[in-house]
């Protein structure tokens, strides 16, 4: 069974359009992350969050929201989609202690066209 | 801020010819240090977590070593199936989510 989900894979869409990348994860981990890979594959968080609190990277756009219906899935938002918002994203989780490990997702490529 | 560098950025190896990998990092304290292998269209995979300097773990072909200011991951006789982007990253602190910050790679190629 795949532990961290991501759903979908591929995701080809226009320049404006909302969308939403789908995370799951069945490792009863606390905390669940994403995380934006660029073309030069530099792996960069975007949001941290547990059933506590979200954490947010100040210099992820407003456009992006992370909702999580609950504890096992954490769902990426994306409005008003621009041509730089291509890339690879990643959703993660692990569970919250000191040197926890973070376990990653395959990625959902996005390509705004 | 918590800063990783990680080189050479590219790494060409003949299978059998040892090497290894550096990540140089500046933290204001040191949760953990990670080491993860990444093969294209892939997510990273975990390989590895070090606390504190002399710690040492191994898998495999793989060896990481941790002092204050950088860990190495050594690859000894490397075979083909080696090849992959190798990822360094250091945990940040709770009221960061305990997310982790990663260095750019090295992106390791091991010809027969």
């Known amino acids: 069974d795949t532990a961290v989900s991501q759903t979908p894979k591929y995701l080809v869409t226009q320049m404006g359009n909302d969308k939403s990348i789908k995370c799951e994860q069945n490792?009863?981990?606390?905390?669940m992350y994403w995380y934006k890979q660029d073309s030069k594959k530099f792996l960069k968080i975007m949001f941290s969050?547990?059933?506590?609190?979200?954490?947010i990277n100040e210099t992820v756009p407003n456009r992006f929201s992370p909702k999580s219906p609950d504890k096992a899935h954490l769902n990426l938002h994306i409005n008003s989609l621009e041509l730089g918002d291509s890339a690879v994203y990643f959703c993660?989780?692990?569970?919250?202690?000191?040197?926890?490990?973070?376990?990653f997702g395959e990625g959902s490529w996005l390509t705004v066209v | 801020e918590d800063q990783v560098t990680q080189s050479p950025e590219a790494l060409r190896l003949q299978e059998g010819e040892s090497s290894s990998l550096n990540c140089s990092y500046t933290?204001?304290?040191?949760?953990?240090l990670f080491w993860y292998r990444q093969d294209p269209g892939k997510g990273p995979e975990f390989l590895f977590t070090?606390?504190?300097a002399g710690e040492e773990k191994e898998k495999e072909r793989l060896k990481a070593t941790l002092t204050k200011k950088e860990s190495f991951l050594h690859i000894t006789a490397p075979k083909p199936e080696d090849s992959a982007t190798y990822l360094c990253a250091v945990q940040a602190p709770r009221d960061s989510g305990y997310a982790l910050n990663f260095g750019k790679g090295t992106s390791l190629l091991v010809t027969p």
């Open positions: 070090l606390y504190s």
């Open positions: 969050y547990n059933n506590k609190e979200l954490i």
């Open positions: 490792l009863g981990h606390d905390t």
């Open positions: 993660a989780s692990s569970q919250e202690n000191r040197g926890n490990t973070i376990y």
């Open positions: 933290v204001s304290g040191l949760r953990g």
